[in-house]
């Protein structure tokens, strides 16, 4: 299931949008319909919403609080215009965003298809044909139109495809979705353990390379959850992922537990290994120029997860580590690897601020016996698309050996 743009605008076709719009719903995509003012002219706001099962919204100002203008743009898997007035090809040309489709065209990262319609001395204008160049140019994919009966008793290139057609192109441009039907739950952040009513155990975590996770495994099909322990709202916006919100290792062990049927499960999250023996109801007062805080263990989530894994489950671990005086952080990972007897152990060396923030990333995936399987460098996002590129790569292997 992919998330879905569709941009009218107000062309004499815009009722064949909405047969385009039933064809994305039938093949189970969820689609958010943005029509210009003037498309609303041709077909009303309340057919849109009754077929998408969501408000239309033309203006950047109809849901000003919900920041939908930069929203939908990241939102989207892919973008469609259909059908595209010779006035729109050109205020895209131009990047004006004065209503919602024009600012929405201006964040999205996805695919674009545009599918003009109009007459054919417009469609054949020097105006509009440096448009569609230009627009192209820039990676937008602009469909011919279909040549036959146009609006009046004339006929010419310049109709709008049929929906059907629309639709098959639209949907090629989604790509592989490998994970469509896989079911993943993704743990991103850092637990905090109570230790009063103000107080708290936490770490550094800001949970952004697990939300990378979750956003590649989506973006390849996936149904996923992300179980965030206290991570920026701000970096949830578009995720395309359920969210489940926890606070401490044991919410978070609950999260799993209860989701222990998913068939992948990634352990991103930097969970407390102590928690306080005792949270206290009030404030802890200071005591004298030390103090001793009992701690005890938390469970290991993620060995938990893999004594109870069931065939063709995959479960992804984490390591960040540094070196002592004992062993390298890579020895260390190994060893970790085999005693945590994941199917993939991502491990990362952290020094100083080193792997945390917004940083570039730099990881070695190990297997159960702590073997090398893939490295991945860059940013957050390319290494979260390289793990779950090695998810992919273990699932259909593991496919072929059953
Ligand atoms: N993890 C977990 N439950 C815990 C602690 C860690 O599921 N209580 C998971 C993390 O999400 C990560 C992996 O285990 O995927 C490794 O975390 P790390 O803290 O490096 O492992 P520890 O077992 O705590 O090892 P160490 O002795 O190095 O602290």
Redesign the pocket.
């Known amino acids: 299931m992919a998330r879905i743009v569709l941009g009218v605008t107000g062309g004499i076709a815009a009722y064949k949008s909405a047969l385009l719009l039933r064809l994305l719903l039938a093949e189970g995509h969820e689609v958010r319909v943005v029509p210009t003012a003037n498309a609303l002219r041709m077909v009303g706001a309340a057919t849109w919403e009754a077929l998408s099962g969501h408000t239309a919204h033309t203006s950047v100002f109809d849901d000003a609080t919900g920041a939908e203008h930069v929203g939908l743009g990241q939102w989207a898997e892919l973008m469609v215009v259909a059908p595209a007035t010779a006035n729109f090809l050109a205020r895209a040309a131009a990047g004006i965003a004065d209503d919602l489709l024009g600012t929405t065209l201006l964040v999205v990262t996805a695919p674009v298809l545009v599918v003009p319609a109009m007459h054919t001395e417009m469609w054949r204008n020097a105006a509009t044909r440096a448009n569609v160049e230009l627009l192209r140019s820039r990676g937008i994919h602009v469909m011919e139109p279909a040549v036959g009966r146009l609006t009046g008793p004339d006929s010419g290139p310049g109709r709008l495809p049929e929906p059907p057609e629309i639709a098959a192109v639209a949907l090629a441009l989604l790509g592989p979705r490998p994970l469509a039907g896989t079911r993943v739950v993704v743990?991103a952040g850092g637990t905090r353990e109570a230790i009063d009513p103000v107080r708290f155990i936490g770490n550094r975590s800001s949970g952004r390379q697990g939300i990378e996770i979750a956003r590649a495994a989506a973006a390849l099909g996936a149904e996923v959850e992300l179980v965030a322990a206290n991570v920026d709202d701000a970096l949830l916006v578009g995720l395309g992922a359920a969210i489940t919100r926890v606070e401490s290792?044991a919410q978070l062990a609950d999260r799993m537990v209860e989701r222990i049927d998913a068939d992948v499960l990634v352990?991103?999250?930097?969970?407390?290994?102590h928690r306080p023996v005792s949270v206290a109801g009030h404030k802890v007062k200071k005591a004298g120029d030390t103090t001793t805080l009992a701690l005890e263990q938390?469970?290991?989530?993620?060995?938990g997860l893999v004594a109870a894994r069931r065939s063709g489950q995959t479960i992804v671990?984490?390591?960040?580590?540094t070196g002592d005086a004992d062993a390298s952080a890579r020895t260390?990972a190994e060893a970790?690897a085999r005693r945590?007897g994941a199917d993939l152990l991502v491990f990362n060396e952290v020094s100083g601020s080193k792997g945390f923030g917004d940083v570039p990333n730099e990881v070695v995936m190990l297997d159960a016996a702590g073997g090398e399987v893939a490295r991945a460098a860059g940013s957050k996002a390319d290494v979260a698309r390289a793990v779950v590129g090695e998810v992919v790569r273990l699932r259909s292997a593991a496919r072929m050996t059953r």
């Open positions: 743990s290792a352990m991103a999250a930097a969970v407390a290994d938390t469970p290991d989530i993620l060995a671990g984490f390591a960040a580590e260390h970790k945590k």
